[in-house]
């Protein structure tokens, strides 16, 4: 890791207030790689120390690629002044996701020393819904008017570049910023130093509503391989873009969530390990609670079927065996749709078709599994039977075990889609709660089954 490299030579640059070396490792490095090093080995103070080393735009770079608690507690504990002159060289996005986790108090204090530019720019910003691809989007872009030269516009570009985040699409705009072209740089260094921009550009373009669930604005990035996504109004003028980058942090956060999600966990915002005790207990504590209060009808089930049990005493070795099939069918099938359903590959409307597939599936998982355990029980010893014919208890096993499993898969599969309907985060229809529902109805089926074949034992 790198600040297992370079912690002990900062530690040493600050403590021996060598500035030229502190100078060099902060202009060489590259910017993640100082933040990481920095949070780890320094303290707030000390880093904001380190950093007096480099110019205001490097220090901004660096600063974004901070943990952002850590952010938070060098915003907080920074001069005011020096953190608002930060904030005006930080990327538009990152610095309304700080703003937007810090005291009001602490934010009012920071606009009031805060260029009125940028203070308009981070309203503006800080007005949008965070799940929509106007919160996701940064309002820092390079645009042009239709009627330049192409010498003319990279002449345009070369003053629009320094205060850009990305320059890799230029948007072309008319008088009311309706948006009416993209144009790629390169295809723009390639033309003809006469041809004219609206010659150019692309007419056909992807673009999202600023109103547009965030997730939409993802998939179209992922969907079309684009380096960043125009916003609109209702009206086309063009409000800001979603980057590639920002899109790269949206889908490991959701993709987290889901797992945390998946592992019956509430979200964790923070990291593992910086996260309070507490916060980590209570997520976990109240998943546990609502699934350890599921499974107490394993209890209730089983004792309606006491007396099938004292008879048949045997019955109770195969009771993991049994319900641990319908556990792993339903997850595996859960955690198939439900991702699924994220990438856009199946739709609520499609049920129908999902339950066909997963009955045929659940059918023929089933029946393998059922043939093992045919066997497993057909071979239990004569002592441990208590006189139940071997093909009886094999029957039971592998009846059981191939409807637990064919239950399971349909459970496992229609649960994230009845979820998405009513609105609920088919993530919640995970590993822990189908194999929790098909617990207890797994207890049910077995001992349905149990009960049959020794009424009825088999020819």
């Not at 191939?402 to 995970?430: E, N």
Request: negative net charge; glycine residues 8%.
């Amino acid at each position: 890791m790198p600040h297992a490299l370079f912690g002990p030579e900062v530690r040493l640059m600050l403590e021996g207030n060598h500035l030229e070396e502190m100078k060099v490792f902060l202009g060489d490095l590259h910017p993640a790689t100082i933040a990481e090093t920095l949070s780890d080995e320094l303290t707030v103070e000390q880093t904001w120390k380190f950093l007096e080393n480099t110019g205001l735009r490097n220090q901004a770079a660096i600063f974004e690629y901070f943990p952002i608690d850590w952010q938070i507690r060098m915003a907080e504990g920074a001069g005011k002044e020096r953190m608002a002159h930060l904030i005006e060289k930080m990327s538009h996005d990152d610095r309304v996701d700080l703003m937007r986790r810090l005291s009001p108090r602490v934010v009012e204090n920071l606009l009031r020393l805060v260029d009125e530019a940028d203070r308009r720019d981070i309203a503006t910003l800080v007005r949008q819904d965070p799940e929509t691809a106007g919160g996701l989007m940064t309002t820092d872009y390079a645009w042009l008017p239709q009627n330049l030269s192409a010498t003319e516009a990279l002449e345009r570009l070369r003053v629009q570049a320094p205060e850009s985040e990305t320059i890799y699409y230029i948007f072309i705009l008319d008088e009311q910023r309706r948006l009416l072209g993209v144009l790629s740089l390169r295809n723009l260094i390639l033309a003809p130093r006469h041809a004219l921009v609206k010659d150019l550009m692309e007419t056909q373009f992807v673009s999202a509503r600023v109103e547009d669930d965030k997730n939409v604005a993802a998939d179209l990035i992922a969907r079309y391989d684009l380096l960043a996504l125009p916003v609109v109004d209702e009206s086309g003028r063009l409000v800001g873009i979603v980057t590639h980058d920002d899109v790269i942090d949206l889908v490991v956060q959701e993709a987290t969530e889901d797992a945390h999600k998946m592992g019956g966990v509430g979200p964790l915002a923070e990291n593992y390990m910086e996260a309070g005790f507490f916060t980590v207990w209570r997520k976990r504590a109240f998943w546990l609670s609502c699934l350890f209060g599921a499974e107490l009808f394993t209890f209730t089930a089983m004792a309606s079927f006491d007396d099938e049990l004292k008879k048949i005493t045997v019955l109770a070795f195969f009771i993991p065996l049994c319900i641990s099939t319908g556990g792993n069918s339903g997850s595996q099938a859960a955690t198939l749709i439900t991702r699924a359903m994220a990438l856009g590959q199946v739709k609520v409307k499609e049920w129908r078709r999902i339950l066909v597939h997963e009955l045929l599936m659940g059918i023929a998982l089933g029946a393998a599994l059922g043939g093992i355990g045919f066997i497993r029980g057909a071979m239990t010893s004569e002592g441990l039977r208590e006189g139940l014919p071997w093909h009886t208890l094999g029957w039971i096993i592998a009846s059981s075990v191939m409807c637990i499993c064919i239950w399971g898969t349909l459970v496992g599969s229609m649960l994230p889609i009845v979820f998405k309907r009513v609105g609920v985060d088919p993530g919640i229809a995970s590993s822990p709660f189908v194999a929790t529902f098909v617990d207890v109805t797994g207890i049910v089926i077995f001992f349905s089954f149990a009960k049959v074949f020794a009424t009825f034992p088999p020819m």
